[in-house]
């Protein structure tokens, strides 16, 4: 079906900003909803946003983070500012046929790329 493939984590120090990047191959972007995911070192896989016919964010990250899509190039962007500590951890973008809040909401998953923010 469609393979999702994560890119952009890296290091930063805090009130930085990153742009993480899915690209899906295989299918067209359009034809899912987008979620993004992340997951710190014993903790749960964590909602962050997602994108449908519109994007929805996890408080924690409501108004630093910003999802957009770029259907030309068949990505999907997880836009990262004023980056806390707390922000670390493993980001995941996952595709389904809806959009939800957990992980059993969709079908298809990316590798994952390390986010650390430092402080």
């Known amino acids: 079906q469609v393979q999702l493939r994560e890119s952009g984590g890296g290091l930063v120090q805090a009130g930085g900003s990153l742009r993480l990047s899915c690209t899906a191959s295989?299918?067209?972007?359009?034809?899912?909803?987008m979620g993004w995911f992340r997951q710190a070192p014993g903790k749960e896989r964590e909602f962050v946003g997602w994108s449908g016919g519109s994007t929805y964010y996890a408080d924690s990250v409501k108004g630093r983070f910003t999802i957009s899509r770029d259907n030309a190039k068949n990505t999907v962007y997880l836009q990262m500012n004023s980056l806390k500590p707390e922000d670390t951890g493993v980001y995941y973008c996952a595709a389904g046929y809806r959009v939800g809040r957990n992980p059993s909401d969709y079908t298809y998953w990316g590798q994952g790329t390390q986010v650390t923010v430092s402080s």
């Open positions: 295989g299918r067209p972007v359009r034809s899912y909803g």
